[in-house]
């Protein structure tokens, strides 16, 4: 039988694996799991999986040139995610191992977690609740209604679009800057960059994180924000300019800012940002919800079962370049 490895930390396997998709796993293959609760490195893993054919990888497992190097065994680099930083891609093809990416599940869960930072930005909740709850003084301040204010959302992707729709229930108007995708919605209308930060009440970063994207939210789009305006990342923390947005909220040039995201280890919003008092910062749960998670890591395992098959999943990325996981299974030819 077909040996696995779940590379995911102990503490991490129920929320971000599951038991249901562990279930499914052992129904086709002998699994394995890291047995400690910290991410591996490349040499820890290699010993640990050396005689693995597929590793199922959690997002701070390194697929890189040392692994596929000393694992000649290896068929196949599962992602239990969408984002495929943490693999080499072309080290993964130059030793004929297949790489493989899990479609978005999350997308209901952070734009739920939007919506819900932006309600509480603009009403205070967080701050004055924990105020109250310590028993300290609060005067009630004048909150502000997401209905008939603007939305500015950068990025049109598949989060982009629910966002928008909830959005539109909700009665806000809509701006959106992608220079790739077209929305073709009359009710989205589609800007440039400049003038959808000069307009939007509320800034939502939801761009892909690229060379081209590192740091787009610096100290010059800040300042071209409509004065009282929130920032809200829930993409990656690589297109803000931490200092520049620190510089932002300490001036008052925007009114707060939430993020899910950010520079520090797994993905987490950067410590000096989520310390100042006008920003909500939440670590990495935007898309922590069990269906946004079984989704994933089921579509995993329906992976995991094709490949096995000889044939390319839905998500994989280099098949025609994963020689060792063809000719181990037999797999034809990618066209």
């Known amino acids: 039988m077909t040996t696995v490895f779940v590379s995911h930390p102990q503490s ?12 499914a796993l052992m129904e086709i293959a002998d699994v394995r799991f890291n047995p400690g609760d910290t991410d591996l490195t490349s040499s820890e893993l290699a010993a640990l999986a050396g005689d693995c054919e597929v590793i199922i990888s959690y997002r701070q497992t390194a697929g890189d040139e040392a692994l596929f190097a000393a694992l000649p065994r290896l068929l196949a680099f599962v992602r239990c995610a969408i984002d495929i930083r943490n ?53 009630p301040a004048m909150g502000r209604e997401l209905h008939g204010a603007t939305l500015g959302v950068i990025g049109f992707g598949q989060i982009s679009r629910y966002l928008c729709d909830v959005a539109l229930a909700l009665g806000m108007r809509i701006v959106v800057h992608d220079p790739f995708t077209p929305t073709n919605r009359k009710e989205l209308e589609q800007v440039e960059l400049l003038p959808l930060l000069q307009r939007s009440d509320y800034v939502v970063c939801l761009a892909a994180a690229t060379p081209a994207t590192e740091n787009m939210m610096n100290a010059a789009t800040f300042g071209a924000m ?48 989520a310390a100042h008092p006008r920003v909500i910062a939440s670590p990495h749960i935007g898309g922590l919800t069990p269906p946004a998670v079984e989704h994933q890591a089921m579509e ?26 063809r000719q181990a299974t037999r797999a034809p030819q990618a066209a």
Request: aromatic share 6%; charged share 20%.
């Open 87 to 139: 693999i080499d891609v072309p080290a993964a093809s130059r030793h004929g191992v297949l790489v493989t990416q899990a479609s978005a599940g999350f997308i209901p869960s952070v734009s739920e977690w939007i919506i819900g930072v932006m309600i509480d930005l603009s009403r205070d909740i967080s701050a004055t609740t924990a105020a109250y709850h310590e028993g300290r003084p609060v005067i």
């Open 12 to 23: 991490k396997l129920p929320h971000y694996f599951g038991d249901r998709a562990t279930a």
């Open 226 to 273: 409509k004065p009282g305006a929130f920032f809200i990342n829930a993409s990656r923390g690589d297109l803000v300019d931490d200092d520049a947005l620190i510089a932002a909220l300490d001036a008052g040039t925007i009114a707060g800012c939430a993020v899910d995201v950010g520079r520090a280890p797994d993905q987490m919003p950067s410590p000096r940002v």
């Open 300 to 325: 995993t395992v329906a992976q995991v079962a094709e490949l096995l098959k000889g044939r390319a999943p839905q998500g994989a990325v280099n098949a025609q370049q994963a020689t060792r996981w």
